[in-house]
């Protein structure tokens, strides 16, 4: 489903994608876990087309993004963003929000209160504007925004990292629901690693820029890892979680 | 319900109720402060007067009668008669048409291109916003009179010129600040969002990128109209705007200025309508401010 080879992004001097390569399959769920500004966010804007590509190949769906990405791609690849506050436009309604993508890919309208019933918001929010909700309604806003063209891929870059810990779980159990309906490919990005394991199948471990070492869950789970900096990640959740 | 009830609501029904309940937050956060209330009844009722002028007017504003010329206010002339026996008070209402229609005609001129450009160059980004900027760049370094000036002598001198001169004048600032404005707003999220459903970059930047510059460029116009009418007031004080017998406040004071110390009513008049509208226009648009600029919020 999706392909990346030898991903190189540089912002000026800054390398932040040193020859990232990652293989997801059709409905899979993979994570990229590490500390800030090992690069993770950034191969998934790369994937999204928000940062210029340096180098590299990236194929999403047999098509090669070198070429552009066409309306057909953003109907099939969509992102949530992680930070609720800065991704909805504060002078829109929940409804003008949702009814964007709508009017660009030519769409009726009757979806919106069907998204906002599959994130369950109520419609009373339909019509208010994102100052007058809660962050994670504001989340459930962004995931129905972004499911609402029926896509068939989900970036999810740090989607509950801005959310208090109860609704973390909320919105968390709300995208594996949804995954499991949809048979939705996701990419998860997160730097907590239990957040990534209760959504992820497969997780790739990125420092500096690179993938260090790729783990599947029962690995995760039984604590197995090769590389220093994974037992490191690990090391550090569990001490976070007996804390 | 009541009105105020369905535009206060806490959960809209509609998209018209969420826009008009917003509107009225506004609306009552303006009324909150009284010199931005006194600044909006001030101008909604000069230019209320300016509009009903052939209606309020006691003389017809041309009509000549030497015999009776530089006659203090009195009943039958309220601010008096100027030195061609003209009616004041009637001259002030027609030239209210005039100085305020230029600058009404100026601002929706250079309001909407310096919001298209500025916003496309911030957007864009690149060369299209270096060229756009140098440009920008260039009309900014002239004074703003002067230019004006140059461009009328050019031209013959004229309302319209006037006009056209002082919108040439007038874009270079709304520019700057769109284009500063959609700076912060590009790469927001929720801009990159919008991108994400594969929109075209003018629909980006009309229907998402725009909205978010016209609060400060609103405060901004308002503020800039007194100095609008300042020199739309000035060129026709220098003869270069409206000519005679047409009745427009600069040139009345230009022509009254012979008159200041005797006869001070004739110039006095047309200064004050362009003081109060001025002030008026200052103290709205620092209303206004406070109610739209996002930043203060």
């Known amino acids: ?243 | 319900m009541t009105t105020r009830a369905w535009l206060l609501s806490d959960t809209p029904a509609s998209r018209r109720q969420a826009v008009w309940g917003r509107r009225y937050q506004g609306w009552l956060a303006l009324k909150r402060n009284p010199l931005a209330v006194a600044g909006l009844v001030i101008v909604l009722l000069m230019l209320a007067m300016a509009a009903a002028a052939p209606i309020l007017a006691t003389h017809d504003p041309g009509a000549q009668n030497l015999a009776n010329r530089l006659q203090p206010p009195s009943a039958a002339h309220w601010f008096g008669t100027d030195e061609l026996g003209r009616d004041v008070w009637s001259r002030v209402l027609f030239g209210g048409r005039l100085t305020l229609g230029m600058v009404v005609a100026v601002v929706a001129l250079v309001a909407p291109i310096g919001l298209i450009l500025g916003a496309v160059a911030g957007y864009a980004g690149g060369w299209l916003d270096r060229v756009l900027m140098r440009v920008t760049d260039v009309f900014l370094a002239f004074p703003r009179l002067i230019l004006a000036l140059a461009f009328v002598a050019a031209m013959k001198p004229g309302v319209e010129s006037a006009v056209i001169a002082i919108a040439l004048t007038a874009w270079p600032p709304y520019a700057r600040l769109a284009r500063a404005e959609t700076l912060m707003v590009r790469n927001a999220d929720y801009i990159a969002a919008v991108r994400l459903t594969g929109a075209s970059g003018a629909r980006i930047v009309l229907r998402h990128v725009l909205p978010m510059c016209l609060g400060s460029l609103v405060v901004r116009v308002t503020l800039d109209m007194s100095s609008i009418i300042l020199t739309a007031a000035g060129l026709g004080f220098l003869g270069l705007g409206a000519q005679p017998p047409l009745a427009e406040w600069g040139t009345m004071i230009a022509t009254g200025r012979r008159f200041i110390l005797e006869q001070w009513w004739v110039p006095l008049v047309p200064g004050v309508a362009i003081f109060l509208i001025s002030l008026a226009f200052n103290l709205l648009g620092d209303g206004l401010r406070d109610v739209l600029d996002p930043k203060q919020r």
């Open chain 1, 1 to 243: 489903m999706i392909t990346a080879e030898a991903l190189h992004v540089r912002f000026g001097a800054v390398h932040a994608v040193r020859g990232v390569s990652l293989r997801v399959d059709p409905g899979e769920s993979f994570g990229l876990v590490g500390e800030s500004g090992s690069g993770k966010s950034t191969v998934l804007r790369a994937l999204a087309g928000l940062t210029p590509v340096s180098e590299g190949r990236l194929v999403i769906d047999g098509q090669d993004l070198a070429r552009g990405r066409d309306r057909a791609f953003f109907r099939k690849v969509q992102m949530v963003f992680q930070d609720p506050y800065g991704s909805l436009h504060p002078r829109q309604t929940i409804d003008r929000i949702l009814a964007e993508p709508l009017l660009v890919h030519g769409l009726p309208e009757a979806r919106i209160a069907r998204a906002l019933e599959e994130v369950a918001l109520s419609p009373a929010l339909r019509y208010r504007f994102p100052h007058q909700l809660s962050g994670g309604q504001r989340q459930r806003v962004a995931i129905a925004r972004a499911l609402i063209a029926d896509p068939s891929v989900l970036l999810l870059d740090e989607p509950t990292s801005a959310l208090d810990v109860s609704v973390q779980a909320e919105v968390l159990n709300l995208l594996a629901d949804i995954r499991a309906a949809r048979q939705l490919t996701f990419i998860l990005v997160s730097h907590n690693l239990p957040v990534v394991a209760h959504l992820c199948g497969r997780i790739a471990v990125m420092q500096g820029g690179q993938i260090v070492e790729t783990l599947d869950e029962a690995s995760l789970r039984a604590g197995i890892a090769s590389h220093p900096h994974t037992r490191e990640l690990i090391a550090l959740s569990r001490d976070l979680e007996g804390a």
